[in-house]
């Protein structure tokens, strides 16, 4: 398991009925390559993330397959219109099969 | 003819006052550096008495990078330097050593540590060195937790005086450069105006005389460390001020001073005095 991979996420706490908010996110990952050589001259195998999914009580909202030119600490910006308050989950999917998770609710203003 | 000649007049004044534009690009103004929307910082300062006839006024290195650079730092979530203090975070109570302590074991949360960053450099508790933060940390890992003594630029060392800078964010840089510190300040300063390498340039060539004009691509900055350590663009990851200060004396093609030499630290002294009022920034972001 890559170490240090911390997700984060920032959403904003409330937004009105129809207003559409911009959500951030962003994880620590090595997001090594597969197409690198270490110190020995082998290719040091590759770990990436390669799947990241946002859902919004339980509709899906985005849904993102990675490859491994995506740079190390992946991060992700996109808009959401919110109709109701609820949850956001956020998941990651690493190489290796762990699996991260964070969510973050939201609440109409 | 009076048409003409006034048309003339026109495209004169409007060319003069674009290259003045230009040439005044940098330090950019009327900007000011609120991070999170909460917290404001000092970019700009009347330089201190020991600046006179050099400087009026010293500029953090955040007023000469572009507006999207400057963003980043405006928000923890888009500094991408913050992804390295939560690591910092995460050393600073891990227990490390044959002691079995932590840095958290005598300092708590790194909040004690508030005023640290704006005092570096700081004579050392017996008064006979100068040191900077690193020394300060290695003091710490080696003597009191049993611990081995970082490399000055390792990640682990970078995340760690980063976490502290950043718990540091707002106070105001003022070393102390009277007392035992004066001698190694005049050696700092002596250092500060030698031409070095075989560029012959000297930190006050491009620091001091050419700030706000172009070294070929770049924009030249004070060269102030308030924002150290820095989150760099080019390399992705925190660079230390010694790091910082060997990739300058480098690009005057000379054999540069290594990282923690007593030549390195006194100048981390007298640069800092320079930027002295001006606010620690934590992790500054620099490209």
């Known amino acids: ?109 | 003819m009076h048409l003409r000649s006034r048309r003339i007049l026109i495209a004169a004044s409007v060319f003069a006052l674009m290259s003045s534009a230009t040439a005044y690009a940098d330090p950019v103004e009327g900007f000011e550096l609120v991070v999170n929307g909460e917290m404001t910082l000092v970019t700009e300062a009347p330089a201190s008495a020991n600046l006179e006839g050099a400087l009026d006024t010293v500029y953090s290195g955040l007023l000469f990078r572009e507006s999207e650079t400057r963003e980043m730092e405006m928000d923890d979530f888009s500094n991408p330097g913050m992804v390295f203090v939560d690591q910092g975070l995460d050393l600073w109570n891990k227990v490390d050593g044959t002691d079995g302590k932590s840095c958290a074991s005598c300092h708590d949360d790194v909040e004690s540590l508030k005023e640290t960053r704006a005092a570096m450099p700081k004579m050392n508790p017996t008064g006979d060195d100068l040191w900077s933060m690193e020394n300060y940390i290695n003091n710490c890992r080696t003597t009191k937790m049993g611990a081995e003594a970082w490399k000055w630029s390792s990640d682990q060392m970078t995340s760690v005086t980063a976490a502290i800078s950043v718990a540091g964010r707002g106070e105001v840089v003022n070393p102390k450069v009277d007392g035992a510190a004066a001698e190694w300040w005049e050696k700092g300063k002596e250092l500060y105006y030698t031409r070095f390498g075989q560029l012959e340039l000297s930190c006050a060539n491009c620091h001091e005389q050419n700030y706000g004009n172009m070294i070929r691509a770049d924009h030249l900055s004070q060269g102030q460390t308030n924002g150290f350590p820095a989150y760099r663009l080019k390399n992705a990851k925190l660079n230390s001020i010694h790091n910082r200060f060997k990739g300058c004396v480098r690009d005057t093609r000379a054999e540069t001073f290594g990282e923690g030499s007593a030549e390195f630290r006194a100048l981390e002294l007298y640069v800092a005095s320079r930027g002295a009022g001006l606010s620690v920034e934590g992790v500054g972001v620099r490209n």
């Open chain 1, 1 to 109: 398991m890559a170490s240090d991979v911390k997700p984060r996420v920032k959403v904003p706490k409330s937004a009105a009925a129809g207003e559409i908010v911009t959500l951030k996110t962003l994880i620590s990952h090595p997001m090594e390559s597969g197409q690198r050589k270490g110190g020995d001259g082998n290719l040091v195998p590759r770990s990436i993330i390669n799947r990241f999914v946002c859902d919004y009580n339980g509709a899906n909202v985005i849904d993102v397959k990675m490859e491994p030119a995506i740079s190390t600490n992946p991060y992700f910006e996109f808009d959401v219109k919110i109709e109701t308050a609820g949850e956001f989950a956020f998941t990651w999917y690493d190489d290796d099969g762990s699996v991260y998770e964070e969510k973050k609710s939201i609440s109409l203003s």
